[in-house]
């Protein structure tokens, strides 16, 4: 069985929450984008549920030993002694991103939010910052081209969903195109003029996962410098484009991402692993 497929059995299905509709749509989307993946399924009865060891993962399919926190931990010790050679990104919505796998339209990265280790604080490359964003709550207000489903490994996590509308007359935000390439974000503006407006907010804790349909706006919360991890899964959706919400006024712009380098990404993943192994000191 292959890696994705394990993890996304190992993640369980989602459970039950509030339905929060429909999609919106970028520029040239299909609104129905993804609804037969993960959001599409879970939409029509929950996008909320409880992972974790021993979690159910569908009928007749068997457990992963050692649940998804075995799994994953195991993935981040292997990425913290070497074996496993790859480089954390420091993403510019605020987190680090450890891009475990991808395979044509899948993808598996492990998200690290807050201080990890506390050389880090001291290193070259310290935790990125989320972009301040007008009127946003937190990191900028986005869509993907991929479905995702994303499990809680420790720590909370904040996921707010927001309903966008276009907006001409007296807009707060302009939509941007996001095309990712060679380590930068290509960020260009768009006709559509907008506003937004919350829908719900979900606050998942360890071992608990929410999914997320291509196309459909959100922005990810967090208390404080407050530590957590995701492992997320995502796929890839034909004619979907990447979109964040910026200044009605706001040029065209390039963002580099910036590469951890292997004594910063062992600590990262190592401290990860070291939280996934031990109790979850989330208040």
């Known amino acids: 069985m ?8 190992a993640a369980g299905r989602t459970g039950a929450a509030a339905e929060p509709g ?7 989307q299909d609104s129905r984008a993804g609804r037969d993946g993960w959001a599409g399924r879970d939409s029509r009865a929950d996008q909320h549920s409880r992972g974790g060891p021993g ?3 569908g009928p007749g399919l068997p457990d992963e030993p050692g649940g998804l926190d075995g799994l994953v931990g195991g993935i981040l010790a292997e990425i913290a002694s070497g074996s496993r050679p790859l480089r954390a990104v420091a993403h510019p919505l605020g987190f680090y991103c450890l891009p475990v796998l991808r395979e044509g339209a899948c993808g598996v990265c492990v998200h690290v939010f807050g201080p990890v280790a506390s050389g880090l604080r001291r290193a070259a490359h310290p935790p990125p910052q989320p972009a301040a964003h007008p009127l946003a709550p937190s990191p900028e207000i986005h869509c993907h081209s991929w479905e995702l489903k994303s499990s809680v490994l420790y720590g909370r996590v904040g996921n707010l969903r927001v309903r966008v509308l276009d907006e001409p007359r007296r ?3 302009r939509a941007f195109e996001v095309y990712s390439r060679a380590g930068a974000d290509e960020i260009r503006p768009t006709p559509r003029l907008v506003r937004w407006e919350p829908v719900v907010e979900q606050r998942s804790a360890r ?3 929410y999914t997320l349909a291509a196309g459909e706006f959100h922005t990810t919360l967090l208390t404080g410098a407050a530590s957590a991890a995701t492992v997320v899964l995502g796929r890839s959706v034909p ?10 006024d706001g040029p065209a712009r390039r963002v580099v991402r910036r590469l951890c380098d292997a004594d910063q990404t062992a600590r990262i993943a190592g401290e990860a692993a070291r939280r996934i192994s031990g109790p979850d000191q989330a208040a």
Do not use: M
């Open 2 to 9: 292959d890696l994705f497929t394990r993890l996304d059995r």
């Open 22 to 28: 429909e999609p919106d749509r970028p520029a040239g």
């Open 171 to 173: 807009p707060t935000h």
């Open 55 to 57: 979690a159910p993962s």
């Open 239 to 248: 004619g979907s484009v990447d979109v964040v919400l910026g200044p009605v």
């Open 207 to 209: 071992g608990e996962t």
